[in-house]
């Protein structure tokens, strides 16, 4: 069963699944669809079970949180992923949710299994769709001291083009937390994994500003011209990436000729 015949199973069944308030059949019938172990876990059936469950939050909350917070703590890759995205959903509609609700997803981000963390960022960009300030000021809170993964979850969240189409405070931040990323990978004395992270993905968030604002690009240009090592291979990267190399073909070769 592909993805999207999935995900309109769990819905077509969701009222007969929870209806016992019993976490085992959700849980399963999740677990059996995850698409794991393999290549790619099955993000189409997290995004439809996080959907369901704030769809139903006000009806069925005591459940639905034990249910949550269950996944949450599970150590099950798959059931930690789908926790997290859900409780950026849950926090869109139930804005009261907020005081147990951002500790799990604060949290989340350090989790050991990578995709548990990717949850924190697809939660983000749930909230950032529905309340943008919010979800600004939290990220402002969370990269205060500059952890590198805090940062990291922050960029791939906000470097989502259409949204930057629509708030011009998002792309700042966007903008903002590039710079701070660069930053540390220029500061950097020890290679650790949360920094090849963050550099693995500033190697695509600076396009995605770019594509959005043009004049983005001289910040790029500035980044090549200070002659910092570490940042040459990051804008080499996003210079191939074909949303700007087609959209600003004549800046991005001149960009590319000043790489050498």
């Known amino acids: 069963m592909g993805e999207k015949a999935t995900a309109e199973e769990l819905r077509s069944s969701w009222k007969r699944l929870i209806a016992a308030h019993d976490a085992e059949p959700v849980t399963k019938f999740l677990s059996l669809h995850s698409g794991l172990p393999g290549p790619r876990g099955n993000i189409t059936l997290a995004a439809?079970?996080?959907?369901?469950?704030?769809?139903?939050?006000?009806?069925?909350?005591?459940?639905l949180r034990s249910l949550?917070?269950?996944?949450?703590s599970s150590g099950d890759e798959y059931l930690m992923f789908v926790a997290h995205m859900a409780?950026?959903?849950?926090?869109?509609?139930?804005?009261?949710?907020?005081?147990?609700?951002?500790?799990?997803?604060?949290?989340?981000?350090?989790?050991?299994?990578?995709?548990?963390?990717?949850?924190v960022t697809f939660a983000l960009e749930a909230l950032l769709d529905g309340?943008?300030?919010?979800?600004?000021?939290?990220?402002?809170?969370?990269?205060?001291?500059?952890?590198?993964i805090l940062v990291r979850n922050a960029i791939v969240a906000l470097a989502h083009p259409a949204q930057l189409r629509e708030s011009v405070e998002q792309l700042d931040a966007l903008k903002k937390?590039?710079?701070?990323?660069?930053?540390?990978?220029?500061?950097?004395?020890?290679?650790t994994p949360d920094l090849a992270m963050l550099g693995r993905s500033l190697g695509f968030t600076l396009s995605v500003a770019a594509e959005a604002d043009e004049g983005y690009l001289d910040q790029l240009e500035?980044?090549?011209?200070?002659?910092?090592?570490?940042?040459?291979?990051?804008?080499?990267?996003?210079?191939?990436?074909?949303?700007?190399?087609?959209?600003?073909?004549?800046?991005?070769?001149s960009l590319r000729a000043l790489l050498g």
């Open 48 to 63: 439809e079970a996080s959907k369901l469950i704030a769809e139903k939050w006000e009806a069925e909350k005591p459940f």
């Open 68 to 72: 949550v917070t269950g996944w949450a």
């Open 87 to 119: 409780l950026g959903y849950v926090l869109r509609v139930s804005p009261e949710e907020a005081d147990w609700a951002v500790p799990i997803l604060h949290e989340g981000n350090f989790s050991k299994p990578w995709r548990a963390r990717e949850g």
């Open 131 to 148: 309340r943008c300030g919010f979800t600004l000021d939290l990220i402002d809170s969370w990269c205060a001291d500059r952890q590198p």
């Open 177 to 191: 937390y590039n710079g701070v990323g660069m930053g540390l990978v220029a500061e950097a004395v020890d290679a």
């Open 222 to 253: 500035a980044w090549v011209r200070s002659g910092v090592k570490p940042w040459r291979s990051i804008i080499r990267e996003n210079l191939g990436k074909a949303r700007i190399s087609k959209k600003y073909p004549g800046r991005v070769a």
